[in-house]
């Protein structure tokens, strides 16, 4: 089962309080988690190492691409499944040259986004494969 309970305010505080570290985390896992429920589109998301060694190699390029590519096929992968698509490309552009002028406030929702895009990701993958958290109907845990 994905997890699908990703939410801003916790993801925010662990950013900060590791300095950012638990951004690369997020990459590796959204990496992971959309080549899981992504696996029959014949693409790859490249994940952490690749992610590190080609941003540094085109000095931060790489990662503007890779979240564009993640955003796209996250979004194909919703609208393929009847799922409402979620953060746009666009908008992470707008963002990412744009964002200043709201003081940060537009990056903060777009990186609330990406949590929900890849949320609802991976709830759709654990829909469609059965692996969901609730208990099914008439389920009773067994007395210890």
């Known amino acids: 089962m994905l ?4 939410g801003f305010w916790l993801t925010l505080i662990l950013s900060i309080v590791t300095l950012g570290i638990y951004q690369w985390y997020l990459v ?8 899981i429920a992504c696996r029959r589109d014949g693409q790859n998301t490249t994940g952490l190492f690749l992610f ?22 996250c979004n194909t992968y919703l ?9 746009q490309v666009s908008t992470y552009l707008l963002s990412l ?4 002028l709201t003081l940060g406030i537009f990056n903060l929702v777009v990186f609330c986004k990406m949590l929900y895009l890849q949320n609802a990701v991976n709830n759709t993958y654990n829909n469609i494969t059965g692996c969901t958290s609730e208990a ?7 007395a210890v």
């Open 79 to 87: 609208a393929v499944n009847g799922q409402p698509q979620g953060l």
């Open 97 to 100: 040259f744009f964002g200043w």
């Open 28 to 35: 590796y896992a959204f990496a992971r988690e959309t080549n």
């Open 52 to 73: 590190i060694i080609l941003t540094i190699i085109t000095f931060g390029i790489y990662s503007i691409v890779w979240y564009c590519k993640w955003i796209s096929r």
């Open 136 to 142: 099914p109907a008439g389920y009773a845990p067994a």
């Open 3 to 6: 997890p699908t309970n990703r």
